[in-house]
């Protein structure tokens, strides 16, 4: 069974810094995992991910200031995240794909298994 369970989040200021992990169990952590986040009334996005080769991607609004890293022996994901923003206000998820699709490793559609979410707040 596949579980996938954040932690990290939490509530910062604007210019702060958080470090999200996401501890992996029941299939293999070198397959593309990812970060997506929702805000209230609005749809899931990609943040960032990470593929098997450990290639990166991430969503413009996040490029140089968030960075995505896996620890396979740990089986766990982390997404770096510095110069927080009020628009940056989410829940944060973390989920795996069963196989990778490289086309959709930015989209909700490309992953099979998501965690229950951690919730960060960024006040101005």
């Known amino acids: 069974q596949v579980q996938l369970v954040e932690s990290g989040g939490g509530s910062v200021q604007a210019g702060g810094s958080l470090r999200l992990s996401c501890a992996a169990s029941g299939f293999s952590s070198s397959s593309c995992m990812g970060w997506f986040r929702q805000a209230p009334g609005k749809e899931r996005e990609g943040v960032a991910s990470i593929d098997s080769a450990g290639r990166t991607r991430y969503a413009d609004s996040v490029k140089g200031r968030f960075t995505i890293a896996k620890d396979n022996a740990k089986n766990t994901l982390y997404l770096e995240m510095s110069r927080l923003e009020p628009e940056d206000t989410a829940i944060f998820y973390c989920?795996?794909?069963?196989?990778?699709?490289?086309?959709?490793?930015?989209?909700?559609?490309?992953?099979?298994?998501w965690g229950q979410g951690t919730q960060v707040t960024v006040s101005s």
């Open positions: 989920a795996a794909a069963a196989y990778c699709r490289l086309w959709l490793l930015l989209s909700p559609k490309g992953f099979d298994y």
